[in-house]
């Protein structure tokens, strides 16, 4: 093992450590801001009948409350369930921002997840909100844009899938909806297939296609609930 690779795992292991330092400081840390707030909502939801929008004034959109439903439905409602979550989704996130560097190199793929690890848990208050709760389709959302990107064929399941995990990033946070078209010039600025305004119609049909998918599911869902 040569001196570089050493100091390389060297720094991993105490970028890792320190990690490691401040997961265990943060569940000293009482919860508070949005997290608590849409967690009783969702304790309410799924306990209580509650039918969000009817029987709770509430600005957040549906995706937030089902995640929180689904939580306290597998690990129970409560603190200790929320951090648990909050940890192995932080986890899996960390996981799949390795994977979006590893083409550079597997140590920077972990070095930018560590250091991403590090600033988010930083900020105690930033715990399991909204804003981390939408970083997992965003950055599945870049995986696949990079994917389509250097593709050779034209696989229309994949514009719907990107579709779909659009849709399910704008239905906790509404803004995200602007990645659509952001997402669709990037396929097409960095695509290795000549250019034709046919495909660029069918990725456009393709991709609206899967958003529409979560939309109407939640909308149906909703509607069912009287929640309108």
């Not at 695509?191 to 609206?208: G, I, V, W």
Request: with cysteine.
């Amino acid at each position: 093992m040569n001196f570089k690779r050493l100091s390389v795992r060297v720094a991993l292991g105490v970028l890792g450590v320190m990690l490691a330092w401040l997961v265990f400081h943060s569940v000293q840390v009482p919860l508070f801001t949005d997290s608590i707030y849409v967690h009783y909502g969702a304790y309410l939801i799924g306990e209580h009948g509650f039918v969000p929008y009817r029987d709770l004034f509430e600005i957040n959109f549906p995706l937030t409350y089902l995640v929180h439903v689904l939580i306290g439905k597998v690990f129970g409602f409560g603190e200790f369930a929320l951090r648990l979550f909050g940890f192995l989704s932080l986890i899996g996130l960390l996981v799949l921002i390795s994977r979006l560097f590893r083409p550079i190199h597997r140590a920077v793929g972990w070095f930018v997840a560590i250091s991403f690890g590090l600033l988010y848990l930083s900020r105690v208050n930033n715990f399991f909100q909204r804003d981390f709760l939408v970083l997992i389709p965003v950055v599945i959302i870049i995986q696949s844009t990079l994917k389509l990107a250097h593709r050779r064929d034209f696989k229309e399941q994949q514009w719907l899938c990107l579709g779909v995990w659009v849709a399910l990033a704008a239905l906790i946070k509404p803004h995200y909806a602007a990645i659509l078209p952001v997402a669709l010039l990037s396929v097409f600025v960095f695509f290795k297939l000549p250019l034709t305004l046919k495909m660029m119609c069918r990725a456009m049909a393709r991709m609206a296609m899967g958003f529409s998918i979560p939309v109407m599911i939640m909308i149906a869902g909703l509607s069912y609930l009287d929640g309108w």
